[in-house]
């Protein structure tokens, strides 16, 4: 199989020149972030900070395990990003050579370290955040709405646990608001460039519930 090259990774837009260069990777433009209106956003996601005013959540919360590839020098066919949002369709995992809508993506370093990339990281805007927690990944019941890092990517070593806002988000109900997930890295694979996690996603519009079962906040 054909390995991921910089003229695989998909992840194109006019901010990515400090992520490439960083890297010193060519870039191509087949691909680019989807455009999102922002406009009143932060007043829209404070009201449905809560359950005031939402529909009642519907979908449980799980707990899934799945695995990301690193963007560079894995196989083409591999994922290597995740969107939150395709846990509702069935289709979380994304490859970055045909989409660059998702959430965070995953590489190592220059220091052969695993991180965990939000949108700002890779050029795509400054979209979705990470944050690393503090307390162990079951103890994590409710997102923080502030803290997250937009342009950069954390490292996630084995054990580390990471919580994660995502790219703004429509609601049926006609708000736009972030979804939440925490995560936990179960394994780094260095030979197979590969991290096995633990994820828990609120599908829930509004809410930032992460405890598993249906979320009241």
């Not at 490859?95 to 965990?116: E, G, I």
């Not at 580390?160 to 694979?189: M, N, Q, W």
Request: charged share 15%.
């Amino acid at each position: 199989m054909r390995a991921k090259s910089s003229s695989d990774r998909g992840l194109t837009h006019s901010d990515g020149v400090q992520y490439l260069l960083r890297h010193r990777m060519s870039r191509r433009c087949p691909w680019f972030a989807p455009t999102v209106a922002v406009t009143g956003l932060v007043v829209l996601a404070a009201a449905c900070s809560d359950t005031t005013g939402l529909p009642a959540a519907g979908i449980d919360n799980v707990v899934d395990t799945t695995s990301l590839y690193a963007l560079f020098g894995t196989p083409i066919a591999t994922p290597s990003a995740y969107d939150l949002t395709g846990r509702l369709t069935g289709h979380p995992l994304v490859r970055t050579d045909q989409t660059a809508a998702f959430d965070f993506a995953f590489n190592f370093d220059s220091l052969r370290r695993p991180v965990l990339l939000p949108t700002g990281a890779v050029g795509l805007g400054q979209s979705s955040g990470l944050q690393l927690a503090s307390v162990p990944f079951d103890s994590i019941k409710l997102a923080p709405t502030g803290g997250y890092v937009l342009d950069r990517g954390l490292v996630a070593d084995s054990g580390a646990v990471l919580i994660v806002r995502s790219r703004p988000t429509g609601c049926l109900f006609g708000v736009t608001v972030f979804s939440y997930e925490k995560l936990v890295i179960v394994a780094v694979d260095t030979t197979a460039r590969r991290i096995d996690f633990r994820i828990l996603v609120d599908q829930n519009c509004g809410y930032r519930g992460l405890a598993p079962g249906i979320p009241t906040q």
